[in-house]
T-cell receptor
Framework: EDQVTQSPEALRLQEGESSSLNCSYT??????LFWYRQDPGKGPEFLFT???AGEEKEKERLKATLTKKESFLHITAPKPEDSATYLC??????????FGAGTQVVVTP | GAVVSQHPSWVICKSGTSVKIECRSL??????MFWYRQFPKQSLMLMAT?????????EQGVEKDKFLINHASLTLSTLTVTSAHPEDSSFYIC????????????????FGPGTRLTVL
C-alpha cells in the first residue's frame, strides 16, 4: 500500500537555527516526489519536484534531497517568514497525489 | 507562471442551497484539474479528478450527485455543492496540471488559493 509519512509533526525553530524535515514513502514505481508549502487559510504553494535518488534542488533557504526511501527538506538559517506547514506528496500507483500529514514549522525571531 | 485562481475565496450560505466554486488556470491550459477538501489541521483529501470534455472521476465515498464537477474548457473547472448542509462546511482547494501538448500533461499540480465554505 502506498504511504507517505512526515516527521516531525511540528517544529519550533529560532531564527537562524537550521533543521531538516523528513518525508518517508512507500510507493511502487516513484513518478515524482513533491514538496509544497501551505500558509494558514491558503492553498499549497509548489516548491520542488524530485524524480530520482540522489537528486537535489534548492530555492533560497530551502534544499530538497531524495533517496530511494525518503526525502529531506533542509531549511538553512530560517527566517520568521519561513513559518508554514510543509507538505510532501508522491504520485501513487493510480497517478494521484498522495499527501503526508505535513510538518508545521514555526520560526521565532 | 502557473497561477491558479479560485472564486469565491469564501462563501456563507444557508442549508439547502447550492454553491458554485470556480477554478481557473490563468497562464496555462489544463486538461486535468483536481478538487480537494481540507479539514482543520488535516492534510488534503482528493475528492475528484476533472478532465476537460469528459465526466469527472470521483474518489470512493464522494457523492457525485452532491458535488457536481464541470470542466468545460482548458482553463476552467467548476465544483457545485448541491443542497449544502453544515457538514459540507470545509476548505475546498483545486489544482491544475499544465498541459504539455501532444496529449500529455506535466507531473506537477499547481494549487489555487482555496475557497472557505460555511453552511449555516
Amino acid at each position: 500500500e502506498d504511504q507517505v509519512t512526515q516527521s516531525p509533526e511540528a517544529l519550533r525553530l529560532q531564527e537562524g537555527e537550521s533543521s531538516s524535515l523528513n518525508c518517508s514513502y512507500t510507493v511502487s514505481g516513484l513518478r515524482g516526489l513533491f514538496w509544497y508549502r501551505q500558509d494558514p487559510g491558503k492553498g499549497p504553494e509548489f516548491l520542488f519536484t524530485l524524480y530520482s535518488a540522489g537528486e537535489e534542488k534548492e530555492k533560497e533557504r530551502l534544499k530538497a534531497t531524495l533517496t530511494k526511501k525518503e526525502s529531506f527538506l533542509h531549511i538553512t538559517a530560517p527566517k520568521p517568514e519561513d513559518s508554514a506547514t510543509y507538505l510532501c506528496a508522491v504520485h501513487d500507483s493510480w497517478g494521484k497525489l498522495q499527501f503526508g500529514a505535513g510538518t508545521q514549522v514555526v520560526v521565532t525571531p | 507562471g502557473a497561477v491558479v485562481s479560485q472564486h469565491p475565496s469564501w462563501v456563507i450560505c444557508k442549508s439547502g442551497t447550492s454553491v458554485k466554486i470556480e477554478c481557473r488556470s490563468l497562464d496555462f491550459q489544463a486538461t486535468t484539474m483536481f478538487w480537494y477538501r481540507q479539514f482543520p489541521k488535516q492534510s488534503l483529501m482528493l475528492m475528484a479528478t476533472s478532465n476537460e470534455g469528459s465526466k469527472a472521476t470521483y474518489e470512493q465515498g464522494v457523492e457525485k450527485d452532491k458535488f457536481l464537477i464541470n470542466h468545460a474548457s482548458l482553463t476552467l473547472s467548476t465544483l457545485t455543492v448541491t443542497s449544502a448542509h453544515p457538514e459540507d462546511s470545509s476548505f475546498y482547494i483545486c489544482s491544475a496540471l499544465p498541459w504539455a501538448g501532444g496529449g500529455s500533461s506535466t507531473d506537477t499540480q499547481y494549487f489555487g488559493p482555496g475557497t472557505r465554505l460555511t453552511v449555516l
